[in-house]
Nanobody, 123 residues
Framework: QLQLVESGGGLVQPGGSLRLSCARS????????IAWFRQAPGKEREGVSC???????NYADSVKGRFTISRDNAKNTAYLQMNNLKPEDTAVYYC?????????????????WGQGTQVTVSS
């Protein structure tokens, strides 16, 4: 399993932006697909976005046009840029890794997870 560490969460007003980071410690990220999931209180975990080892991306419909996933293999880090945030984006956000492909952003297919970072969108 990989060691993944998320950062960048916080409190932001509606319409604001945050950038989440997911860093791997102790190894490279090149061969791994990285996904972001989120879970709000009382709700099921939701796949938000994923980037393959080759750089292909996909997004949940709820975040298309607002969120952008990217990666910097030189820094062993993936990012989730979140713009035009809405109160319904409030959740704990987790990054996860699996080899090469995103596999439909299904949580059960990802074997390595970070500890999560809280994102709260509120005025």
């Amino acid at each position: 399993q990989l060691q993944l560490v998320e950062s960048g969460g916080g409190l932001v007003q509606p319409g604001g932006s945050l950038r989440l980071s997911c860093a791997r410690s102790g190894g490279i990220l090149d061969y791994y697909a990285i996904a972001w999931f989120r879970q709000a209180p009382g709700k099921e975990r939701e796949g938000v976005s994923c980037i393959t080892s080759g750089g292909n991306t996909n997004y949940a419909d709820s975040v298309k046009g607002r969120f952008t996933i990217s990666r910097d293999n030189a820094k062993n880090t993936a990012y989730l840029q979140m713009n035009n945030l809405k109160p319904e984006d409030t959740a704990v956000y987790y990054c996860a890794a699996r080899l090469y492909s995103c596999s439909g952003i299904r949580g059960a297919d990802f074997g390595s997870w970070g500890q999560g970072t809280q994102v709260t969108v509120s005025s």
